[in-house]
């Protein structure tokens, strides 16, 4: 697993800021076997896997399970997604979700 272009430099940019997690359709199998605490430039809280969840996005059960834990408004949570299909849930359900090219552009206003 690599991180695209630009990943690693806006994780460390915000890490001050921020705190960081991943919700992944993966199994966490497939999580231990990517190892990202050692490929990632920041510490990720807690990673929630579809297997945790019992739900695969984008059921708005696995985003729940997000909330549950970071206790903070759907709203309040930045949540960034490559795919189309999952902003566009993740929008729906509440979340301030943005694209990596939206990220982008809001980090150069920090």
């Known amino acids: ?3 695209l272009p630009g990943i690693k430099e806006m994780l460390i940019r915000l890490s001050n800021k921020s705190r960081f997690f991943i919700l992944t359709n993966c199994s966490n199998d497939l999580v231990r076997s ?15 896997t579809s297997e945790d969840n019992c739900a695969y996005k ?19 949570i930045i949540y960034v997604s490559s795919n189309k299909w999952d902003l ?18 809001l980090i150069k206003l920090i």
């Open 58 to 76: 984008p059921n708005p059960g696995s985003y729940e399970k997000v909330v549950e834990y970071i206790k903070l408004p759907r709203n309040n």
């Open 34 to 48: 990517i190892n990202i605490e050692s490929k990632s430039p920041v510490k990720f809280e807690k990673i929630f």
């Open 1 to 3: 697993m690599a991180f």
């Open 88 to 105: 566009d849930a993740s929008r729906n359900f509440g979340f301030n979700s943005k694209s990596m090219e939206e990220l982008k552009d």
